[in-house]
């Protein structure tokens, strides 16, 4: 079992920044890929950045690229989403997962733990 805990969301402007952290406990955290995801109100779960275990390759949405960043501490068992020039379309809840498949996909289907996630607001 792994648990997953995010913190770092708030009420910010738009072309604000906001650093989300996922830390998680349980089993080794350098098996897992990590994700984050959205979702908004009305709308579906959304892929947004993911990270291989060792941070070897990374992987983004067009709707982030370039503006997002994921990176992992894995001597802290965090990973982190460093979120510039926010957009009131950014506005969701962001979620954590991890998966044991060891590469980058966007598939939530293929993560196996989530986090509860932490609310991001964006105002114009």
């Known amino acids: 079992q792994v648990q997953l805990v995010e913190s770092g969301g708030g009420l910010v402007q738009a072309g604000d920044s906001l650093r989300l952290s996922c830390v998680a406990s349980g089993r080794t955290f350098t098996y897992y890929t990590m994700g984050w995801f959205r979702q908004a109100p009305g709308k579906e779960r959304e892929f947004v950045a993911c990270?291989?275990?060792?941070?070897?390759?990374?992987y983004y949405s067009d709707s982030v690229k370039g503006r997002f960043t994921i990176s992992r501490d894995n001597a802290k068992n965090t990973v982190y989403l460093q979120m510039n020039s926010l957009k009131p379309e950014d506005t969701a809840v962001y979620s954590c997962a991890a998966g044991q498949m060891g590469y980058i996909t966007s598939n939530y289907n293929s993560y196996d733990y989530w986090g509860q996630g932490t609310q991001v607001t964006v105002s114009s």
């Open positions: 990270i291989t275990p060792r941070a070897t390759n990374a």
